[in-house]
């Protein structure tokens, strides 16, 4: 299975969470497995095994889930009665969406819904780590931010070095990466503006 990694215990409850999520919003769209596979651009396998909480995914496969289904990657993983409340301003809750054996993590701190998602990031790439993507649905774009060391940027065929200090535009429609590029981790805030699939 090449696009979800095996879970390890500490990721048992998100796995459930989103293995019950899957189910109730490819039932609720009348989607079989094969036709959620093939809007999201993922094997069969992979979709059978998430949905039956046998397999964590990368941030990569949530995001490509979520643009299938129009919903942000934060409504994939928690509570739908509690997101979308409907007022004007509303706390959110971070949740660690991917950790590496290295110990690096990304955190998804807000997102909004619907077909046009909007989500806030927090990373942090230890040292000699990365974490490598594919390609996002078309037209997405992502706002990056260092806050500490230096991180090495490739979309595509294109390679940007990044200092504390320093932020980038990037369209990453396409296979992307990013990489502690120093001593010390990259720290990094993320802006990603994602639309969904269009049926």
């Known amino acids: 299975m090449t696009d ?3 879970m390890t215990e ?5 796995g459930s969470a989103l293995a019950s999520r899957l189910s109730h919003l490819r039932q609720d769209r009348k989607l079989s497995l094969d036709a959620l596979a093939k809007l999201a651009g993922l094997s069969k396998g992979t979709v ?7 397999a964590n995914p990368s941030i990569g496969v949530l995001c490509r889930l979520a643009a299938a289904f129009s919903v942000s990657v934060s409504d994939l993983v928690s509570d739908p009665l509690i997101a979308g409340s409907g007022t004007l301003i509303e706390r959110t809750t971070g949740n660690t969406l991917w950790t590496s054996a290295k110990g690096s993590e990304a955190r998804l701190l807000a997102s909004t819904s619907g077909r046009t998602m909007f989500e806030l990031w927090s990373w942090t790439i230890m ?3 990365g974490s490598h993507a594919d390609a996002h649905s078309p ?3 992502e706002l990056i931010s260092v806050e500490q060391g230096s991180l090495r940027i490739t979309v595509g065929t294109e390679t940007l070095t990044l200092k504390a ?4 535009r990037l369209m990453t429609d396409r296979p992307h990466s990013y990489v502690s590029a120093g001593d010390e981790p990259a720290v990094f805030t993320m802006a990603v503006l994602e639309h969904g699939a269009q049926r």
């Open 4 to 6: 979800a990694v095996r």
């Open 48 to 54: 059978v095994a998430l949905e039956k909480g046998k």
């Open 165 to 168: 200090g320093e932020s980038a």
């Open 127 to 129: 040292p000699g780590d």
């Open 139 to 141: 037209g997405t774009r």
């Open 10 to 14: 500490t990721e048992e409850q998100l």
